[in-house]
């Protein structure tokens, strides 16, 4: 069974960065796609990066074009964020398609 572990949350400021990090093991953990999830309290989690897959290349979801964090919305980017990893390919966005999840890690934003 595959298991995971975020870390490098905390506190940032506006303008700041934060590295995050995913630890996995696992027999078949390096077969697997690897995404990252963000999710803020009363909203939905939502997809923000990932790679894996056939292509083996990254792939970014809306709030990202690229790079992290695009958004300037201080309440979205104060979530948990979760690493997360799927057995299917072709580059999965959707929760119901990542079958391991980490405990998450906090990043909180602040002016």
């Given amino acids: 069974q595959v298991q995971l572990v975020e870390s490098g949350g ?3 400021q506006a303008g700041g960065s934060l590295r995050l990090s995913c630890v996995g093991s696992g027999r078949t953990f390096s077969r697997n796609t690897i ?5 803020a309290p009363g909203k ?14 990254t792939y970014y979801g809306d709030p990202v074009k690229g790079r992290f964090t695009i958004s300037r919305d201080n309440a979205k980017n104060t979530a948990v964020y ?3 990893a799927a057995n299917v390919v072709g580059a999965p966005r959707d929760v119901y398609e990542y079958d391991y999840w980490g405990q998450g890690t906090q990043v909180t934003v602040s002016s």
């Fill in 44 to 57: 939905e989690r939502e997809f923000v990066a990932g790679s894996g897959g056939i292509a083996g290349n």
């Fill in 35 to 39: 995404g990252w999830f963000r999710q």
């Fill in 10 to 12: 905390g506190l940032v």
């Fill in 82 to 84: 979760y690493c997360a």
